[in-house]
């Protein structure tokens, strides 16, 4: 355990944090201000969790300089608090070990290009015409399709699909069950019957994008289906063929975004929220869960829909209203009416 | 690329069409209105792209006789340029090879039945009892489970798990991480705690069915879940134990049916949207995406639930008050009845 | 079939059962009151179906006492027919054969620990570090990641994914395609990107749970997911990281559950239902199919959102006037002031 083990100033001098406290206090993983003991790191940044820093056991901990007076430890000082304990968080974590080269279970085409600091692990297919590119890990059970190209550095964890003319940036992290490239929802109908749009474009997934577990994205029927940089998709996502998503969108599970729709940057989409096809929304424009966008959107801003949850006997009154809403209204205007008559 | 390169004339002729230009241009792949080049065959079907027409660069152009006059380069004609593009586009992709035979990474059962001609792709695995007929191609890391049946010229694109008792009629396309014949959920609740249902039926999926990407149908309790021919079903679709659906009936991702519903021929079911289990859909019912169906559907037609996105502030004010509107409903009444009687 | 065969008597007997009727029957397997034959078993649980119970041709009906006088064939007298019905119906399931020992295909690494009379399929991958117990069955295309452990008797069905530091108890079923223990989704925004947050913690599943096909369940931030025993999830459920789901809770299909909340222990979640992160939800609390819920539950009950579907074009009419309910409540507010002042 000894390459997961820093001293509190170590952790100081490498992240260019002010410390208080005791330096050499040696710190092995992380917790939470509640659980963290004396060898753990913790942080305070939600101020809900004030209180419980008081009480904290930890070895140390990562908070605003206001709240270094409540600190009853050690503690490391930094405008936001998150962001550097998820880099410092990083230290701790344990990713499986990623031999180079490929495991001689996996079966590689002769016309497949994969780098030689590349690891290949247990039962991945890569077939003619992909690239794996420097640097690069893929997990147990990967296939990486005819024409795609997994680019350096990014690491698909486990039994991820890369169907067809699949390009993926660098640092791309891909979470199992993920199929990428698969064919278009695309039919047309012919008097009785449906006849398949063949789907003759690829994804192209920018630098720094991670994709959830059982994610699904479409490759385009023509031209591409494009995610931009850093780009967060939850698990159970769908993503429709052609799909434009703008850098540093984040969407949570179950969200689905259907054909030729076009997502600006820096949106968030709600979990489980849905955009329909050939819409487009504005940068920065959030979506709140299990939300329907059927227009699109050109203002920034917050948007939803839905009714509240209430004690079914309740809900189904109200429910049952809702069907006579327009009959309502017109009723109203009516009262108004014959009320300013009189 | 020899292989996917034909002349005007060549197309015509194969598909029985009238041309108008030069026969002689040679056509090697297919784009849009907006981006095909002159070696790129395109087509016009909705008449809100009729401007792009006169702008293209495409070689060829498939298109309605109405719209011939307005086209700057050769014209294919047909009656329903989309059905007819979907054919022609078929002569340009390029499906990945699939040798005949076993992949030596493949695990067949000694009492699987797997045909001469049949394509079984790496790692994947045949079990004993099952079937895989001539022509059919699975890719990698399919499963073939105890009873289950691929039907002649199916395709298994990579990754399809057939898990027991499932029968894949001719022509079947199942795109990656698709689970067929998985247990139905069936729990009997005893005292304090559940009891297990055994699923003791299979699933039967007629001729040129297609199933998306991670999408689950589970086998029936007793009888089988069924899919007539021609169901077209998108990505992450869930059907549960012995739904029935009827012959060309098509659903967008992330629709779910719920047990023993029974969906006619010719439907329509949107993305995301629900039926709940045993009730009936007649033939050519819609459904619009993220709709729950509550009750069932004698009438064809198009029905939907859910209510409007709108900004998120004024969205809080509505909703709050849905939680009221039975008693708005009664308050009009008696304001209705106040006012007659004066 | 000879161990699939039983005498009416031996199921009366062995289940410690009253009958009635030919005690020497043979019953070979199971099926519908509608379609069951003479060698088959059927049963009457819900009484919508007493008309059938007289017209059947089943050898032998699990029944209440009640029913007994209308059964035209044997009968097995039970308290709660369904629950008896899948005791029963298990003795004909047949299970894929599962055979001791890791089969030539499986890669298995030299630090990981299974038991000699666990079955482990083709082309398993088990991990460093992972742990299988006695008895255990893994099918075809299952991973066990680094820190997991697959409890004694539990059975991955086929291409299961046990990411990283998951514990399933005993006795765990989990269906195909399901990843457990995934990266959960956490994200901090710093300035103009997403830095990801390391998910340290891990995955505990209770014994005698079951997960269906396609679900995913994603390991904590810091501390663990928590399953409880006997909790029934179906297939293509969400569970993010840190949700706490209590005993014998059962989610239908595509149920989704994010960050942190918990669950309480009996509740039933239904298809498509969404609980936001961070709530509480007592025990014994239902949700309806597609609700949301959007505040902690403190009392059991059933509760539920949305609006009723109806045809499309009254729909639309009501569904634009939800926009302005707010308003109407006002203006009927309004009016009846102005009745009182009169």
Not at 163 to 177: A, F, N
Not at 283 to 303: M, N, Q, W
């Amino acid at each position: 355990m000894s390459e997961h083990n820093y001293t509190v100033a170590e952790l100081a001098e490498r992240f260019g944090l002010a410390f208080q406290g005791d330096g050499a206090r040696r710190i092995s993983g992380v917790g939470t201000l509640a659980s963290a003991g004396p060898d753990q790191l913790s942080f305070l940044s939600n101020s809900k969790y004030a209180a419980q820093l008081k009480a904290t056991r930890a070895g140390v901990v990562v908070l605003r300089e206001e709240n270094l007076a409540d600190c009853p430890t050690a503690a490391l000082v930094a405008p936001d608090p998150y962001v550097t304990y998820a880099r410092l968080a990083a230290l701790f974590e344990r990713l499986p070990a990623a031999p180079r080269g490929v495991h001689p279970s996996a079966v590689v085409a002769g016309g497949a290009k994969v780098s030689a600091s590349a690891s290949i692990g247990p039962h991945c297919v890569i077939e003619d015409g992909a690239v794996v590119e420097d640097g690069a890990v893929l997990g147990p059970h990967c296939i990486v399709g005819p024409g795609c190209v997994v680019g350096a550095q990014s690491r698909l964890v486990a039994r991820v699909t890369l169907v067809t003319r699949v390009t993926l940036g660098r640092r791309v992290l891909v979470h199992p069950g993920a199929v990428i490239g698969s064919d278009g929802f695309g039919l047309a109908f012919e008097r009785d019957h449906w006849v398949k749009i063949p789907q003759l474009g690829g994804v192209r997934i920018g630098d720094d994008c991670e994709i959830g577990a059982n994610t699904t994205i479409d490759r385009g029927a023509l031209e591409d289906t494009v995610l931009e940089e850093d780009v967060r998709l939850d698990n159970q996502i769908q993503i429709a063929h052609n799909v434009y998503i703008g850098a540093h969108t984040a969407m949570a599970g179950c969200a689905a975004v259907a054909g030729s729709a076009k997502i600006g940057r820096y949106c968030q989409i709600g979990g489980n929220a849905g955009v329909l096809g050939h819409l487009e929304l504005a940068d920065r424009v959030t979506i709140t869960a299990k939300s329907l966008v059927t227009h699109s959107i050109r203002e920034p801003g917050e948007y939803s829909s839905g009714v509240p949850l209430q004690d079914n006997r309740q809900w189904r009154k109200n429910a049952a209203r809702f069907k006579h809403l327009d009959e309502y209204a017109r009723r109203l205007s009516a009262l108004e009416k014959d009320s300013n008559d009189e």
